[in-house]
């Protein structure tokens, strides 16, 4: 049965398009691992970094295994509070993936729904709402996320702050990303409008909700996949840089961007290590999902003649 | 021609209008400005006396339009935390911030350009590739993750370029420049490749996907149908529909770059606009950061008129729709 | 020694999965002065033996075997030899003149450069050579015109503008590919006119290729007919229209539609050679059970009432008046349509007639009129369509076969959705009976239903559109040109559909399409469209025995006719 299943796939031009392209399949798997790592985070990694029972400042800044002075018990070393690098590494991107798959998630629903409303309804609501994209799409994430992030301190008191933190930053960076897929979203929308079979539907008498919802959307799934998946990689890289910046994660729970931000204090006192493995981590992360979407993109792109 | 630069221009003043308010809100609105000044624990009477100082008692649209006006000649108020005016440390900054940017922007439009051209046309050459997975790098590294490795490279492990500061400047009175002198053209080499690096891939992909979209047209069809040599296919047919969406997203990319100028200055601590406003928007304080959004949003708004502009001269198909409307 | 020989051309492509044989034993040649057709349905392997011609096959074809040499210089796969030949020697016209010619390039840049690249002559002499190719291909006001840019031309012009580069540098041969399919027929005789007047001015050898059998008939000495990438027959044009032997060109000549008589169904031909009729009598006794009995009582079933249709900008326009000067796509219409009859809206681009079949079924909203069907206005004072007025019983079957259908439906659910949609309560196997009855009557067989829409062929796709038409219950079939996008003999097999299931189900339709010979086939009356305007109204014979309007005149005479040869 599961051959039949694989036989399936691999006889669709995306399938087959997948299992033979060495960068698709190497890219999802770095992908996956990391991500089975992050979920079953108790599981994988050796210590939980941030049970203060288990932390001790004695073994503080300890360099990596191989290293001169390095210990068995921490693989790739420990920070400067005497925290295991791997385990800090592996709470910290599940940080990162939660935030960024919760932000895109919600730019997503946003944005496809404003977008394919937009796109089929028209006239003044159309207008208005791709003036507002126009006009955010020209404000960098960065700076978006910024200012909505800067909005939200002033306005919630310091106390709740930590708490609510993450939520915030959520909705920063999903509120910066949602754009993009309502720009996609509305010029396919458009494209299959005019098409035929929408046409057939109205004369049918359907209401625009069952034709917008049912008949369209499924129709221009693909675009929206591939940006969300490259916006995957940039929520992802928002949030560390903003935690980076300071104004990210509360430093509790700390993500792969707070890690360096740590870390960027000892690495030119000596311990590089405590930058340099996050930051590897981050990027390795980024990499396989941005390979992942740059391979969907070709794959999933008609006008592109196969060679 | 007039009635395009008339609608794009009322167009500009509109979105800036939106933004003056946006920012006026956040003065008024959000946080309590009087607070800050006096700190928490004033008494009410001092807390009265500034109110009536700051016109907080005034109807809402007589403080807008005092707000516009203070905009429009350059007084922003003063900084809740630096306990100086914004529109001189505005000025003090700017300079450093619009160095920084105008050479990563040259940076990465021209050699994105160039990159992006060659592999649009070489698709399967071995340099196309490595330029192609060397630009996803570029996009997968967040800038201050490069900021950091090019710091670690060049400043600690070789030591020939500076890791913080912009070097020596030159005073020309309104503007200090870093252009005149080798310590500050050295000091400006890491942040501005630093800063560039990730609008830079993100044009050679732009400009890789245009040209290899236009060069399955009918019209590059029927150009080598009617045996025009390739050379000329590929650097002047196809080349001249291919930069249009480059002029585009040169406006946008400005203003990634100012955005991103906040991570780059962080990163090497460059006395520019960014680091300003990232220090104001961890101590909340106000009047900067609404001062910024101001700022930033009349240059994004400036680009664009420009953009719209050139796109007017570039594409005939645009000028003879303005003028037979 | 012959201008064109081609020998034994075999052109594969490599897919993925399998090699696909694009043609196979190609053999033929071509003489100066000669015009040859090349004709065949969609996938014969036509374009790619052009294209194979100056080797700019799409990747990943190639050809694998064969030669093909002009005046005796061998061609093939040698791409040094095809780039000095290409426009010196060999002109090619592409169909689309909407993207042949770069946007951003003056008329005047784009053809000084080609002749530039050929021959080695000073810009003063290229630009008069340059003004002369424009006038020798009929454009009026040359040295003006010359300044402007391809989208300052509209279609017909654009396409003289790329026969004029396509003869800048003195071809010998000539190769149009499909270049009058994408134009009216006015403009579609005059480009064909030109062609053959610039064959014997200048000598040259032309292949055009085509799917259309009236332009092979008026146009080429000698027709190649191709099936499945191979010669199935070729010869002398008059001598093979009038008397085909191979199955494939006896189905395209019997197929096409007559110009001079009216028959009551078109002929086919089955794969074995034989004639073959087509009948769903037995086929609807389940769908008249479940629809019930019609009668034909002639009464008015629709009317249309100073229908002016003005379209705005996209932008909100905040004038209320009708600006006498704004083009209208739909000028003062007005027309009656009876039960059981067969009325025809011909027109060509620009006619209205697709508008104003969007209007009848509430897709576009009329700028003025009233619309009636059966005594009921389908239109309320705030010009809101009332589709329950209507009910289900006004339905469409549309042009493109490739968009109508959702491609992420099966079939079965496309067609069960509008009987869904007006029996709310039925139940499942209800819901079966009914598209199995529907998918029967078009000729479709049951496993179908569990296919998708890319799975099927053009034709088969109508088959289901018509299927989806027919699921609820109308009265009226409105067909937008149904087989305008559709080979010939496949043509014939639908429109015979379309008569049969008229007669079984006692259909009113309102038949649009721009091919005359189409209409007359199936219309009872008809209405001729120019610019808007109702230029002529009358039952079918007498319109084309007796044409009154001018343009009437002028689409009878120009309409390509197969038996001009035959």
Not at chain 2, 64 to 69: A, E
Not at chain 2, 188 to 198: D, G, H, M, N, R
Not at chain 3, 497 to 505: A, F, S
């Amino acid at each position: 049965m599961i051959k039949k299943t694989f036989n399936k796939i691999y006889d669709t031009d995306i399938g087959f398009s997948f299992f033979n392209s060495k960068i698709a399949i190497i890219s999802s798997s770095i992908f996956f691992i990391i991500f089975l790592c992050s979920f079953f985070a108790g599981i994988v990694a050796p210590y939980n970094p941030f049970d203060p029972a288990s932390v001790s400042l004695m073994d503080a800044f300890t360099p990596p295994v191989w290293s001169e002075g390095g210990s068995a018990s921490f693989f790739l070393g420990t920070d400067q509070q005497g925290r295991d690098m791997f385990s800090t590494m592996i709470y910290g991107s599940r940080i990162s993936l939660i935030v960024g798959f919760a932000s895109i998630l919600f730019a997503m629903i946003l944005g496809v729904f404003l977008g394919v409303t937009a796109g089929y309804i028209g006239g003044r609501y159309e207008i208005i709402v791709m003036r507002v994209t126009d006009i955010q799409l020209t404000i960098p994430t960065i700076l978006m996320a910024l200012l909505v992030d800067g909005i939200a301190r002033a306005v919630i008191s310091r106390s709740m702050h930590d708490e609510m933190a993450i939520y915030v930053l959520i909705f920063a960076i999903g509120i910066s990303e949602w754009p993009q897929f309502a720009r996609v979203t509305r010029a396919s929308t458009l494209v299959e409008k005019n098409k035929e079979y929408v046409s057939a539907s109205r004369i049918i008498g359907l209401s625009n909700i069952i034709i917008m919802f049912k008949h369209i959307l499924p129709n221009i799934l693909r675009p929206i996949l591939v940006i969300a998946t490259i916006g995957l990689a940039l929520a992802i890289i928002t949030e560390s840089t903003l935690s980076f910046l300071g104004v990210g994660v509360p430093p509790t729970t700390p993500s792969l961007g707070t890690l360096i931000r740590f870390g960027n204090n000892f690495l030119f006192s000596g311990e590089w290590w405590i930058t340099f493995f996050p930051a590897i981590f981050l990027v390795v992360l980024a990499l396989s999902i941005n390979l992942l979407g740059d391979w969907m993109r070709d794959a999933l792109n008609p006008k592109l003649k196969k060679r | 021609m007039i009635s395009y630069f008339f609608k794009r221009l009322l167009q500009s003043i509109l979105v800036m209008f939106v933004v003056a308010f946006v920012s006026f809100s956040l003065f008024n609105f959000v946080g309590d400005p009087v607070n800050s000044m006096t700190g928490e624990d004033a008494s009410d009477e001092r807390r009265a006396e500034v109110r009536e100082v700051l016109g907080l008692n005034d109807p809402v649209y007589i403080q807008f339009s005092r707000f516009v006006g203070n905009i429009i000649q350059g007084n922003f108020g003063i900084s809740y935390q630096l306990k100086r005016e914004v529109s001189d440390l505005i000025g003090e900054r700017l300079p450093a911030t619009l160095e920084l940017v105008f050479v990563s922007a040259m940076l990465a439009i021209i050699i994105g350009t160039i990159l992006g051209v060659y592999t649009g046309i070489n698709r399967d050459s071995f340099i196309s590739n490595v330029i192609l997975v060397v630009s996803l790098a570029g996009v997968s590294l967040p800038t201050f993750i490069i900021g950091i490795m090019l710091i670690y490279l060049f400043s600690v492990i070789l030591g020939v370029l500076p890791s913080f500061g912009r070097g020596e400047v030159t005073d020309l009175g309104f503007w200090t420049t870093g252009f005149l002198t080798l310590s500050g053209l050295k000091a400006l080499i890491l942040p501005s490749v630093t800063l560039s690096l990730f609008q830079m891939t993100y044009v050679i992909r732009l400009v890789r996907a245009e040209m290899m979209e236009i060069l399955q047209t009918d019209y590059i069809k029927f150009a080598r149908a009617r045996g025009i040599k390739n050379n000329v296919i590929n650097y002047k047919h196809a080349l001249k529909n291919g930069l249009i969406p480059v002029i585009t997203i040169t406006g946008i990319n400005i203003g990634t770059l100012i955005a991103f100028s906040i991570i780059t200055e962080t990163v090497f601590q460059w006395p520019g606009m960014g680091s300003l406003f990232i220090n104001a928007v961890y101590f909340v304080d106000i009047p900067i950061m609404s001062a910024y959004m101001i700022m930033v949003a009349f240059i994004f708004v400036m680009i664009n008129f420009i953009v719209d502009i050139t796109y007017y001269f570039i594409d005939p198909r645009i000028r003879l729709k303005e003028e037979s409307e | 020694m012959s201008l064109l020989e081609i020998k034994n051309l075999n052109i594969s492509y490599k897919t993925r999965k399998e090699t696909i044989v694009a043609s196979s034993n190609v053999n033929f040649t071509l003489e100066r002065g000669e015009i040859l057709g090349i004709v065949g349905e969609s996938g014969s392997g036509k374009s790619t033996i052009a294209n194979a011609i100056i080797n700019l096959i799409d990747p990943p074809g190639q050809i694998t075997n064969g030669t093909i040499k002009i005046d005796n210089k061998e061609l093939q796969n040698n791409e040094e030899i095809i780039q000095k030949i290409r426009g010196k020697k060999i002109g090619f016209v592409f169909q689309d003149p909407q993207t042949s010619l770069n946007p951003l390039f003056k008329i005047k840049d784009q053809l000084i450069e080609t002749i530039q690249t050929h021959l080695n002559i000073p810009y003063e002499e290229a630009l008069k050579k340059s003004i002369n190719l424009l006038q020798e291909v009929g454009i009026e006001n040359a040295t003006k015109r010359i300044e402007d840019y391809p989208h300052q031309f509209s279609g017909g012009m654009r396409q003289r503008v790329v026969i004029a580069l396509a003869i800048s540098c003195e071809p010998d041969l000539i190769i149009a590919d499909e270049p009058t399919t994408a134009l009216d027929v006015s403009i579609q005789y005059q480009i064909l006119e030109l062609l053959k007047e610039l064959t014997k001015k200048r000598n040259l050898g032309v292949v055009i290729i085509t799917h259309d059998m009236g332009v092979i008939a008026e146009t080429t000495n000698k027709v190649i007919v191709m099936r499945h990438g191979l010669i199935v027959e070729q010869g002398n044009t008059k001598d093979l229209l009038t008397n085909p032997k191979s199955t494939e060109a006896r189905s395209l000549v019997i197929s096409v539609p007559p110009t001079n008589k009216k028959i009551k169904r078109f002929k086919l031909i089955g794969p074995d050679g034989s004639e073959i009729t087509s009948s769903s009598a037995n086929l609807t006794k389940n769908i008249i059970k479940t629809w019930g009995v019609r009668k034909n009582t002639n009464q008015k079933l629709l009317e249309l009432q100073n229908i002016t249709k003005i379209f705005d900008d996209q932008s909100i326009s905040y004038r209320k008046k009708i600006d006498e000067n704004a083009v209208k796509a739909v000028n003062n219409v007005s027309f009656q349509l009876f039960e059981g009859e067969t009325l025809g809206l011909v027109g060509e681009s620009g006619s209205g007639k697709s508008t104003i079949a969007k209007i009848i079924t509430g897709l576009v909203r009329p700028s003025v009129g009233k619309l009636e069907y059966n005594g009921l206005s389908l239109y309320n004072s705030k010009r809101k369509y009332q589709i329950d007025k209507s009910r289900g019983q006004i339905q469409m079957i549309f042009q493109d076969p490739y968009s109508s259908l959702n491609p992420r439906f099966k079939v079965k659910d496309i067609i069960a959705e509008p009987i869904k949609f007006f029996q709310k309560g039925i139940t499942r196997n209800d819901l079966e009976q009914n598209v199995n009855d529907l998918i029967d009557i078009v000729g479709m067989t049951r496993k179908s239903l569990d296919r998708y829409p890319h799975e099927f062929s053009g034709g088969q796709r109508q088959r289901i559109s018509i299927a989806r038409a027919l699921a609820t219950r109308p009265r009226l079939l409105i067909c937008d040109e149904p087989t305008s996008a559709l080979d010939v003999s496949i043509q014939a097999q639908i429109l015979n559909l379309l008569k049969d299931i008229q007669d079984e189900l006692h259909l009113t339709m309102l038949f649009i399409s721009h091919d005359l010979p189409v209409i007359r086939q199936m219309c009872n009356r008809i209405i001729v469209l120019k610019n808007g305007i109702v230029c002529e109204s009358n039952d079918t014979e007498t319109l084309f025995n007796n044409p009154l309007h001018e343009y009437t005149k002028e689409l009878i005479r120009l309409m390509p006719k197969i038996e001009s040869i035959i």
